[in-house]
């Protein structure tokens, strides 16, 4: 499942089977909205160009907003602001590259926890890669908040699990 704009690279590096999202498609009881946002700011942002999340809505679930690797931005406030999701996965770890941070750091997860006082956020994408400089330790200390989960390795999580 990816944007459409991916489509040409996605098929010329084999992969066969792809669901492609220019805005949304419906996949069984969920709809997927596809959402814009951006990797970094400035040289690093154009450079590293657009960046992609997914909206999940089922009727009965709630929403649920997967960021992918971005940073806050118009489109993540918007998406917030629009869909007012139940869960938030968060690619954090802030990624730096040029000491510019290209996926979600502590003030962009604190502005995301601050949407909505009801959402529950997951941080996850954190000490994935040596860019990564935001550790589950750091995030710990710079953010004290009941909402904010910070899964463990190979920690298995439901949403139910954290719902209560």
């Known amino acids: ?3 459409s704009e991916y ?6 590096s084999g992969f066969s089977q792809l ?3 220019t805005d949304k498609i419906q996949f069984n009881n969920i709809e997927i909205i596809l959402v814009k946002g951006q990797y970094g700011t400035g040289i690093v ?5 657009n960046s ?3 909206i999940l809505k089922n009727q009965k679930k709630g929403v649920v907003y997967i960021t992918g690797d971005k940073v806050w931005c118009k489109c993540v406030d918007k998406a917030m602001e629009q869909y007012n999701p139940n869960y938030v996965i968060a690619f954090a770890g802030s990624a730096m590259i040029n000491n510019k941070h290209i996926t979600l750091d502590a003030n962009d997860l604190n502005k995301i926890l601050s949407k909505n006082a009801a959402t529950k956020v997951i941080a996850i994408h954190m000490e994935a890669w040596n ?5 589950r330790s750091n995030l710990k200390e710079a953010i004290d908040n009941d909402n904010l989960f910070i899964p463990d390795d ?11």
């Open 1 to 3: 499942m990816c944007s």
């Open 7 to 12: 489509e040409k690279q996605l098929l010329e």
């Open 19 to 21: 669901y492609l999202i």
């Open 45 to 49: 942002g154009k450079m590293m160009g």
């Open 52 to 54: 992609h999340g997914f």
């Open 131 to 135: 860019h990564c400089l935001l550790t």
């Open 154 to 164: 190979g920690e298995v999580i439901t949403l139910e699990d954290i719902y209560n």
